[in-house]
């Protein structure tokens, strides 16, 4: 579908960098659902095109209903598509954003410096994205998909079941060791499973070591995210996917191991393509209708 230029006095050429933050700041507050976020991520893939489409537009290009376009501006607190399309341009081709300062940090300030920093070391790190697709390729096609996390590892395996369970039929979360473990993981690989996903993060249980053990003898491949390149835990791994793990903090902070997690999903969903928008879509249509969520 087609688009054109509004008449009148012709716009700045904008800039490519300010153009993100000026978007950053106006999407990222918001509490976002994941059909919601893919809109988003296309508008920051393509903002200078995007300020001259319709809603219609919009929702062929990211694969989402027309309504769902709707419904992104409504959670971003517009009345309407005009109006959110309107800020969009403000964005795009208004002032550049105020800078955060620099200097007089406080201590937490600079332990979450630290963490930036190893953000940092996962994004450059994320360069080369073959390993990522690979990885996601493998858990997509995995039925059931099986994620392993015990003892800290745990809430992030749960958090990565939750959101994988939306686009695939079958996730099966185990935190349970020993027997209990060996038992899942067997009928799972009875059932059909091919891979699991494990998250191994310090310390590292030594159940962690003997579930994956037993995985491989009952014929599942393994994914690990972890944040080390070599170890016990590597050498049971089959495809390995690092983050790093901040210590500077009085308890270990996960965030690196959380985008990465994140990350692996994001690219799962785009394996699964038609797919996995359908069920994403069928969940937004589904929690709309039965009110499952407070209104933004």
Known sequence: MGHARETGRPFAVPDAARISANLRSLLGDHRLSPSQRRIARYLLDHAQ?????????????????QPSVTRFAAALGFRGFPEFRDALRSSVFGGPQRALPA?????????????IRDLERLRDGLGDLSK???????????RPLLVVGLRISAPLAHLFGYLAEKVLPDVRVLDVAGSPLEDRLSRAAEAGAEWVLAIGLPRYPRELA???????????????????????????????????VSSDFAFDSHA?????????????????????????????????ERQIFLPY
Do not use: Y
Not at 103 to 115: A, D, H, K, T, Y
């Open 103 to 115: 200097e007089g940090l406080n201590e937490i300030q600079e332990l979450v410096n630290s963490e």
């Open 256 to 288: 690196g191991p959380t985008v990465l997690c994140t990350a692996l999903l994001h690219t799962m969903l785009d394996t699964l393509a038609a797919e996995g928008q359908a069920q994403l879509e069928a969940f937004d249509d589904s929690a709309t």
């Open 132 to 142: 990522l697709r690979q990885v996601a390729a493998h858990l997509a096609r995995s």
């Open 49 to 65: 095109e995007a300020v001259f489409f319709t809603s219609t537009d919009i929702a062929e290009r990211v694969g989402v209903s």
């Open 210 to 244: 003997q579930g994956l053990t037993w995985a491989r003898r009952v014929g599942l491949k393994v994914a690990l995210i972890t944040d080390q390149p070599v170890g016990r835990l590597t050498d049971l791994a089959d495809e390995v996917l690092l983050a790093p």
